[in-house]
């Protein structure tokens, strides 16, 4: 079956949402909210985070549903670097090339805006997303810092120049 990527508007907050509580669902561990939080989440909540000015949200698709997620943003702190966050990719399509199809997503967005770098955080220890992100071009920086959902989880950022 094949697999698309969509970039989403304000009105499709509900295909956000509900991949979105699906991700936190399935792996709880990996994201710094928690089903409960967004759960609670109104429809301008949702809105609100599709905004163009909050960055890029995509999704994988197959003809019957969304497979995984993605979102793109610049952070203050990461120095005009855009960051990917929220990758995910449900289990039953991991291994089947819905990962590289969302980075590819993110990348792409971040050259249209000219930006010369992402940065991503991923949990240590996960090599399948580490592979994922070497596969892009990304290289481990040396940075790291604590889990906000469990502080004896350490989070290390990756990072990929797009200038070359």
């Given at each position: 079956?094949?697999?698309s990527?969509?970039?989403?508007?304000?009105?499709d907050?509900?295909?956000?949402r509900?991949v979105?509580?699906?991700?936190l669902a399935?792996?709880p561990?990996?994201f710094?909210?928690?089903?409960?939080?967004?759960?609670g989440y109104?429809?301008?909540?949702?809105r609100?985070?599709?905004?163009?000015?909050r960055?890029?949200k995509a999704?994988?698709?197959?003809?019957?549903?969304?497979?995984?997620?993605?979102?793109?943003?610049?952070?203050?702190?990461?120095h005009g670097?855009?960051?990917l966050?929220?990758?995910?990719?449900?289990?039953?399509?991991r291994?089947?090339?819905?990962?590289?199809?969302l980075?590819?997503?993110v990348l792409?967005?971040?050259?249209?805006?000219?930006?010369?770098?992402?940065?991503?955080?991923?949990?240590?220890?996960?090599?399948?997303?580490?592979?994922?992100y070497?596969r892009?071009?990304?290289r481990?920086?040396g940075?790291?810092?604590?889990?906000?959902?469990?502080?004896d989880?350490?989070k290390?950022?990756?990072?990929?120049?797009?200038?070359?």
């Open positions: 079956m094949s697999v990527v969509r970039r989403l508007g304000l009105d907050w509900p295909t956000w509900d979105r509580l699906a991700a399935e792996a561990q990996t710094a909210s928690s089903l409960a939080r967004e759960q109104d429809e301008a909540r949702w609100d985070w599709l905004h163009p000015d960055g890029l999704v994988a698709e197959v003809p019957t549903a969304a497979v995984g997620l993605v979102g793109a943003w610049l952070p203050e702190d990461r670097a855009v960051e966050y929220s990758m995910w990719v449900r289990p039953a399509w291994g089947r090339g819905v990962g590289d199809l980075v590819a997503e792409e967005w971040a050259r249209e805006r000219h930006h010369e770098r992402v940065d991503l955080w991923f949990i240590e220890g996960n090599a399948i997303a580490e592979r994922l070497r892009h071009g990304f481990l920086t940075e790291y810092q604590p889990h906000p959902a469990d502080p989880v350490r290390r950022i990756m990072t990929r120049d797009l200038t070359s």
